[in-house]
Nanobody
Framework: QLHLVESGGGLVQPGGSLTLSCVAS????????IGWFRQAPGKEREGVSC????????DYADSVKDRFTISRDNAKNTVFLEMKSLEHEDTGVYYC???????????????????WGQGTQVTVSS
């Protein structure tokens, strides 16, 4: 079973940048689509971005379009989420997950994903 580990979270000021990493073990990261989700305090988990198994298709939540970029390095078995112009509203625990049923596309719907990492905290504060 694919095991995912997120890293790269931390405390950053508004307007700052962070890059999150999702490293896969126990299988190839192009095993399926990879999604990034986040959960803010007191709120439900929401889809942020995803990339297809082929890497040719991506999707973003409206709230992060033009600020976040998802990419993958299959040689390193890693998916990245580059986050720029961070806002207070971006604060939360960020999770990556794998959707084994999608290769050419990806989904921001949580129920499509089967395996999840433990999450990494991102805090945007001055």
């Amino acid at each position: 079973q694919l095991h995912l580990v997120e890293s790269g979270g931390g405390l950053v000021q508004p307007g700052g940048s962070l890059t999150l990493s999702c490293v896969a073990s126990g299988g190839a990261v192009d095993y399926g689509a990879i999604g990034w989700f986040r959960q803010a305090p007191g709120k439900e988990r929401e889809g942020v971005s995803c990339i297809s198994g082929s890497g040719r298709s991506t999707d973003y939540a409206d709230s992060v379009k033009d600020r976040f970029t998802i990419s993958r390095d299959n040689a390193k078995n890693t998916v990245f989420l580059e986050m720029k112009s961070l806002e207070h509203e971006d604060t939360g625990v960020y999770y990556c997950a794998v959707d084994r049923d999608r290769w050419r596309s990806c989904s921001l719907t949580e129920r499509h994903y089967q395996s999840w990492g433990q999450g990494t905290q991102v805090t945007v504060s001055s």
